[in-house]
């Protein structure tokens, strides 16, 4: 069996930070979207102090490892976004 490969921990809190600041540029509308889409319980922060770690704490699966490919999914599977995968891969397929 092939061992999981996980980014060092500090490389995947960048990627999950990255992910939750582009949402959160959208607005809070867009990203209280986000979050109920992946399925974070937004019910469990007090302040948005308490977001961020939160949100690497949705991800973590052991000390300083989290599930980046989960995360990847979670965007991938959002609809504006899958909605655009589908686009291109209709376009290419169009080109043939």
């Known amino acids: 069996m092939i061992e999981p490969q996980y980014l060092p921990p500090e490389e995947s809190k960048n990627l999950l930070a990255g992910i ?4 959160a540029e959208q607005g809070a509308e ?6 109920f889409h992946i399925g974070f319980d937004i019910s ?3 302040s948005t ?4 770690p939160a949100f ?5 699966i052991g000390q300083g490892t ?14 504006p976004i ?3 995968v589908f686009r291109l891969i209709e ?6």
């Open 20 to 23: 939750l600041l582009d949402f």
């Open 30 to 35: 867009e990203l209280g979207k986000y979050l």
């Open 44 to 46: 469990a922060i007090s």
């Open 49 to 52: 102090a308490e977001l961020l």
């Open 56 to 60: 690497f704490g949705h991800y973590r």
């Open 66 to 79: 989290y599930d980046t490919d989960r995360a990847a999914h979670d965007l991938l599977t959002w609809p």
């Open 82 to 84: 899958a909605a655009e």
């Open 91 to 96: 376009g290419r397929s169009l080109a043939k």
